[in-house]
């Protein structure tokens, strides 16, 4: 079998395995398997720091697996400011951080009580 004709196998493979996913799955083509990837469960934490100023939050997290970040505490960038108005000092949260421009920002924040 030539590379053009596993090239245009892998193509066909990945056009018919997308008509199977919903919008927030991912498809990965290796060879020929392919895999369906669910978007990454949240992460939880609690709130040890708001900044309204510059618009961060400090968090006390556990493992965040999509960015294959162990637990410890660390300081993130929001997505929405109008998020940090909702959190104090001590309060448990469910967050979704991803990397954004090379940043790591929360996109998602939620209470997890």
């Given at each position: 079998?030539?590379?053009?004709?596993?090239?245009?196998?892998?193509?066909?493979?990945?056009?018919?395995?997308?008509?199977?996913?919903?919008?927030?799955?991912?498809?990965?083509?290796?060879?020929?398997?392919?895999?369906?990837?669910?978007?990454?469960?949240?992460?939880?934490?609690?709130?040890?720091?708001?900044d309204?100023?510059?618009?961060?939050?400090?968090?006390?997290?556990?493992?965040?697996?999509?960015?294959?970040?162990?637990?410890?505490?660390?300081?993130?960038?929001?997505?929405?400011?109008?998020?940090?108005?909702?959190?104090?000092?001590?309060?448990?949260?469910?967050?979704?951080?991803?990397?954004?421009?090379?940043?790591?920002?929360?996109?998602q924040?939620?209470?997890?009580?």
């Amino acid at each position: 079998m030539n590379l053009k004709h596993m090239l245009m196998q892998g193509f066909v493979l990945v056009l018919a395995s997308s008509a199977l996913t919903t919008p927030s799955q991912t498809i990965e083509a290796v060879g020929t398997s392919t895999a369906i990837h669910e978007p990454a469960a949240m992460s939880v934490g609690e709130v040890r720091a708001v900044d309204h100023i510059a618009k961060k939050i400090t968090l006390k997290h556990g493992e965040i697996e999509n960015l294959g970040m162990p637990r410890m505490t660390m300081v993130f960038h929001v997505k929405d400011p109008a998020m940090l108005d909702s959190f104090k000092q001590g309060d448990k949260v469910q967050f979704r951080a991803d990397r954004m421009r090379g940043v790591i920002v929360v996109t998602q924040l939620r209470s997890a009580e």
